[in-house]
């Protein structure tokens, strides 16, 4: 037993510094675990729950295609699902104006159930859009937590980007 004072009153410094470095040690296999093994949830969590209730069926696709079509200058419309997100994308040919083509946009969601507006984001993309000579595209977004219509952008398109 005295050898074991003698030890640690010789010791002291290490003994403390010892403590400190078995404390960093557990404190960082905590953090570890916590932070890359300690939960395997979903990336997203559970905002992407309701839409498995309500998922996009291929008739409203087909609704939002032909609504979309029915302007004799759309040649191509392409819709994507990413999660609770839908993109439409629409190119359109030389002629078709913003007013018109904001009116197309606020069409396609009026063919959005109310519950599916509550649940998915909407994008709508329409490039080749004429106002005053200009080619432009113009994007109309809703958020699922908003309760309005499409918000739009419009952004020039130079003549370099547009033959791309």
């Not at 083509?101 to 069409?107: F, I, P, R």
């Not at 063919?111 to 984001?121: H, I, Q, R």
């Not at 113009?138 to 219509?149: E, H, Q």
Request: charged share 25%.
């Amino acid at each position: 037993m005295n050898k074991l004072k003698k030890f640690l009153r010789e010791n002291k410094v290490l003994l403390v510094l010892a403590i400190i470095l078995i404390l960093w040690l557990v404190a960082f296999v905590v953090i570890v675990i916590i932070f890359f093994y300690g939960s395997s949830k979903d990336v997203y969590g559970n905002r992407l729950d309701n839409i498995k209730d309500l998922p996009i069926t291929e008739e409203l696709k087909n609704d939002i295609t032909d609504t979309l079509k029915s302007e004799a200058l759309i040649n191509k419309v392409v819709i994507n699902i990413k999660g609770a997100n839908i993109f439409i994308n629409v190119n359109c040919d030389d002629g078709l104006k913003i007013d018109n083509a904001k009116k197309l946009g606020e069409s396609v969601i009026t063919l959005f159930s109310e519950s599916l507006l509550k649940v998915y984001d909407i994008e709508i993309n329409i490039t080749n859009v004429l106002n005053k000579d200009k080619k432009y595209l113009i994007v109309g977004t809703r958020n699922a937590n908003s309760d309005g219509n499409l918000v739009w952008n419009e952004y020039s398109l130079t003549e370099s980007s547009a033959e791309e």
